[in-house]
């Protein structure tokens, strides 16, 4: 069980060290789309204000019920209407007299670039429809994503909604085992990929991972039918007549002639795998009217959006929930205009994110607190080499921003004077949930400070009692909101299990939080088994069962250490096994491990730190302590080891490290 103990330790006195707080700019509150009032809206009537959001949206066939939530905690938002998401982000610009504004600027990391009008766009995502549908992809069938940030990831996002099936997409970073892990689960009949995408000034193949994974598929055998290829990286790669087709040769085939259809609010859009405590991914289930509600509305309120004159540029991987709701249907539900950028920030040198701001006038940019400190690494005279005075908002999502970069990044990239939005959500939640509103809020570093209208959120002690303000606790939803998962796929058990378990009528986020004394929310990270790396969720017990894959190790612990840049970093323990001769000594064990973990989840889960030890700190039951070895990595005094089987333990895996 989770417990508020473990997460009050008193870092957030520190965090909240008087660095103040930054009322919304003049500018932005007599500008403001929204003034304070629509808070005072939204709590006399949560569920009308959320159906005034969704009829914003074009709709196949209006709804006449809002939320069901007879059946708690499966939740329905607008069941008997229809729609069709890739209509509402492309069809409804153009009808509008809208098609020729620019919907992607899209940089490749070598340099090459492509504008991209909605009606472009637009005729893209039909062609890209009628070649799924040729391919015999129907209504409610799952086709796996596998791609670098090309414009294909999102013509396909969007093809796939357009004709009502599912998409899985996949982090290019992933092995070709979590990619098989993924096909099978979902049982996708297609998977599209490219043959290799840029990173770091290199091509960096995708295709051989979806060959390796079908060739080590179970299921997926029987359910992949096809393989898509994009042409991008023009690297060498095996084909397989029959099953393989390209992109570009299949597309050519067919006409830019579609009409969109409109299907059920509650039909599955997308299936999104996350890390949880297990070592089993889950596949988080997210369906269509609710979550396009609720992504629009807050990429308009959270972000300000002016879709006439903004640059919205957001630097996350579609292979993340941030990329599906604030690159994909977000953005282009509001008609806005954005970036992206397929490379890595440092490549060919730390410049590159602040040409390309220049480059394109940028307005309003999202990122995440680990990029920002890279950035701070590098110096302020890096980013100061560009104009960065297009810059009007800034946004910070997935973990905690130290006050030190929030306030870095305000002066330095947002010229003194940009209100940073920090947004907390989660996969699971779909879209942001805690934010100031930049006209409204003043803004205070670290915090995430307030639920947005129309969403209830409260910190609770252990007996799910509101802690009052001054106090931590866990972060609670205490109402449905749009844009919630609606299910683990496969799983409903699960389900139930994993959120609802804990507080029974409340969502469990699995993070800690404080509220200040003005009852503004403070998050202090997760408070189960899930790292958080580089704003990536990892969860420690399927880095262990990866390490315990390993024929050479015996039993592996994995803790979350902090880390100045990533926030957190993955440190493993590991025993090896007594007689096993495969490994020598300490530095092989660790390039070995490392290598291994890589290959076996992908190279965001390689632990940072390989420890060899001869035994782990236990429970009398058998219980590995977590806590104590976190220390360990930590570099701290070691804390209360009374619990312990071994007392001495400790003393050993202590000095072993020194
Ligand atoms: C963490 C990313 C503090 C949190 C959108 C959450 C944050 C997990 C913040 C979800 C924030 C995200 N402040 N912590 N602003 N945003 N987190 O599913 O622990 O990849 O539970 O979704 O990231 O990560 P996920």
């Known amino acids: 069980m989770v417990s508020t103990q473990d997460n009050s330790h008193g870092v957030i006195e520190s965090l909240q060290s008087e660095v103040g707080s930054f009322p919304a700019p003049p500018a932005f509150a007599e500008a403001a789309q929204f003034g304070p009032e629509i808070y005072d809206e939204a709590k006399a009537d949560p569920v009308a204000f959320w159906a005034k959001q969704a009829k914003s949206l074009h709709w196949h066939k209006p709804f006449t019920q809002t939320l069901d939530w007879s059946n708690p905690p499966f939740a329905k938002w607008f069941e008997d209407g229809e729609i069709n998401?890739?209509?509402?982000?492309?069809?409804?610009?153009?009808?509008?007299?809208?098609?020729?504004?620019?919907?992607?600027?899209?940089?490749?990391?070598?340099?090459?670039?492509?504008?991209?009008?909605?009606?472009?766009?637009?005729?893209?995502?039909?062609?890209?429809?009628?070649?799924?549908?040729?391919?015999?992809?129907?209504e409610g069938d799952r086709v796996a994503v596998y791609l670098p940030m090309i414009p294909e990831a999102v013509i396909s996002m969007l093809a796939i909604a357009r004709i009502g099936a599912v998409h899985s997409v996949v982090f290019g970073g992933f092995s070709a085992e979590s990619l098989r892990a993924r096909i099978d689960d979902a049982q996708a009949k297609l998977v599209i990929t490219a043959d290799g995408g840029w990173r770091k000034g290199k091509v960096s193949p995708l295709k051989p991972a979806v060959d390796d994974a079908l060739a080590i598929a179970s299921d997926a055998e029987l359910s992949v039918k096809n393989v898509l290829v994009v042409r991008r990286g023009e690297n060498d790669i095996a084909w397989e007549e029959g099953r393989d087709l390209w992109w570009d040769e299949e597309i050519a085939l067919v006409d830019n002639e579609h009409t969109a259809k409109g299907f059920p609010a509650e039909n599955p859009l997308f299936i999104l795998y996350t890390s949880g405590t297990t070592g089993k991914p889950k596949g988080i289930l997210h369906t269509s009217g609710g979550y396009l509600t609720q992504a629009s509305f807050t990429h308009k309120a959270v972000f300000d959006l002016r879709p006439e004159s903004d640059v919205y540029w957001c630097t996350a991987d579609i292979g993340w929930i941030t990329g599906h709701s604030y690159v994909v249907y977000g953005p282009l539900a509001n008609g806005a205009t954005q970036v992206i950028y397929e490379g890595t920030p440092e490549t060919p040198n730390w410049s590159r994110w602040w040409e390309i701001v220049e480059r394109y006038g940028v307005t309003t940019f999202y990122t995440a607190p680990t990029a920002i400190r890279s950035f701070m690494k590098q110096g302020r005279a890096v980013a100061q080499q560009n104009d960065l005075s297009s810059i009007r908002l800034l946004g910070t999502v997935g973990e905690a921003i130290n006050p030190e970069a929030w306030l870095w990044y305000r002066e330095v990239i947002g010229g003194g004077s940009a209100p940073i939005v920090d947004t907390w959500w989660q996969t699971e939640t779909g879209a942001i949930m805690v934010s100031p509103l930049p006209g409204i809020t003043a803004t205070k570093p670290g915090s995430a400070q307030v639920p947005i209208p129309g969403i209830s959120v409260d910190v609770v002690d252990d007996n799910a009692k509101h802690v009052g303000?001054?106090?931590?606790?866990?972060?609670?939803?205490?109402?449905?909101?749009?844009?919630?998962?609606?299910?683990?796929?496969?799983?409903?058990?699960?389900?139930?299990?994993?959120?609802?378990?804990?507080?029974?009528?409340?969502?469990?986020?699995?993070d800690g939080a404080r509220l200040d004394e003005d009852?503004?929310?403070?998050?202090?990270?997760?408070?189960?088994?899930?790292?958080?790396?580089?704003?990536?969720?990892?969860?420690?017990?399927?880095?262990?069962?990866?390490?315990?894959?390993?024929?050479?190790?015996?039993?592996?612990?994995?803790?979350?250490?902090?880390?100045?840049?990533?926030?957190?970093?993955?440190?493993?323990?590991?025993?090896?096994?007594?007689?096993?001769?495969?490994?020598?000594?300490?530095?092989?064990?660790?390039?070995?491990?490392?290598?291994?973990?890589?290959?076996?989840?992908?190279?965001?889960?390689?632990?940072?730190?390989?420890?060899?030890?001869?035994?782990?700190?236990?429970?009398?039951?058998?219980?590995?302590?977590?806590?104590?070895?976190?220390?360990?990595?930590?570099?701290?005094?070691?804390?209360?080891?009374?619990?312990?089987?071994?007392?001495?333990?400790?003393?050993?895996?202590?000095?072993?490290?020194?």
């Open 469 to 510: 303000n001054g106090n931590g606790g866990l972060l609670v939803v205490t109402q449905p909101w749009p844009s919630m998962l609606r299910g683990i796929w496969g799983d409903p058990q699960r389900f139930i299990d994993t959120y609802w378990a804990t507080f029974g009528d409340k969502y469990f986020a699995g």
């Open 85 to 138: 998401l890739a209509y509402n982000c492309l069809d409804r610009h153009v009808l509008a007299g809208n098609g020729d504004r620019i919907a992607i600027y899209w940089e490749g990391e070598p340099g090459d670039k492509r504008a991209i009008s909605y009606t472009e766009l637009l005729s893209e995502v039909k062609r890209a429809a009628n070649l799924l549908t040729s391919l015999g992809i129907h």
């Open 519 to 658: 009852g503004d929310i403070w998050l202090m990270g997760r408070v189960d088994d899930v790292m958080n790396v580089s704003g990536h969720r990892l969860s420690t017990t399927e880095i262990e069962s990866s390490l315990v894959s390993h024929p050479s190790v015996a039993e592996s612990a994995v803790v979350g250490a902090h880390d100045e840049t990533t926030g957190q970093a993955v440190v493993a323990f590991v025993i090896l096994k007594r007689n096993q001769t495969v490994i020598n000594d300490g530095d092989q064990a660790s390039a070995i491990l490392k290598a291994h973990v890589g290959s076996q989840i992908g190279a965001i889960a390689r632990p940072r730190q390989i420890i060899i030890v001869s035994e782990l700190p236990k429970t009398r039951s058998g219980k590995i302590i977590r806590r104590l070895l976190k220390d360990v990595a930590e570099g701290r005094e070691v804390g209360d080891t009374s619990t312990l089987a071994d007392t001495l333990v400790m003393q050993t895996i202590s000095d072993k490290i020194k």
